[in-house]
C-alpha cells in the first residue's frame, strides 16, 4: 500500500481490511485473470483449463472466473482498434 500497487487476494477478510485502511485497488484472482484475457495473453482454450484445473482442485471461484472472462470479451469488443503502424 505504501508504495500505491494493488493488492491481489481472494480471502474477503483481507479485501476489507486493505479497503478499510483506505486502498483503492484491491484485486482478486478472477479480476487479474480477466485482465489476461482482455490483452490477449489467454485465449478461450486457456479459460477452460484454467476453471478445470481450478474446480479439480476443489475451488470455488469458477462462477466468478466465467464472469470475468465475459467482462472481458465485452470490454475487449468495446475498445477502441488499436492504430495500425504502416
Known amino acids: 500500500m505504501k508504495y500505491r500497487k ?3 487476494t481472494d480471502d474477503q477478510k483481507a479485501r476489507r481490511l486493505a479497503s478499510d485502511a483506505g ?4 484485486q482478486t484472482t478472477p479480476h487479474l485473470f480477466g485482465w ?3 490483452v ?3 485465449g478461450d482454450h486457456d479459460k477452460d483449463v ?5 474446480r479439480g482442485l476443489d475451488g470455488i471461484l469458477g462462477k466468478y472466473f ?3 472472462y465475459l467482462l472481458a470479451l465485452q470490454y475487449r469488443l468495446a475498445a477502441p482498434a488499436p492504430k495500425s503502424t504502416r
Open 36 to 38: 489476461l484475457i482482455f
Open 50 to 54: 484454467v476453471i478445470a484445473e481450478h
Open 40 to 42: 490477449g495473453r489467454l
Open 6 to 8: 494493488a493488492v491481489l
Open 66 to 68: 466465467e464472469e470475468a
Open 23 to 26: 486502498h483503492k485497488t484491491v
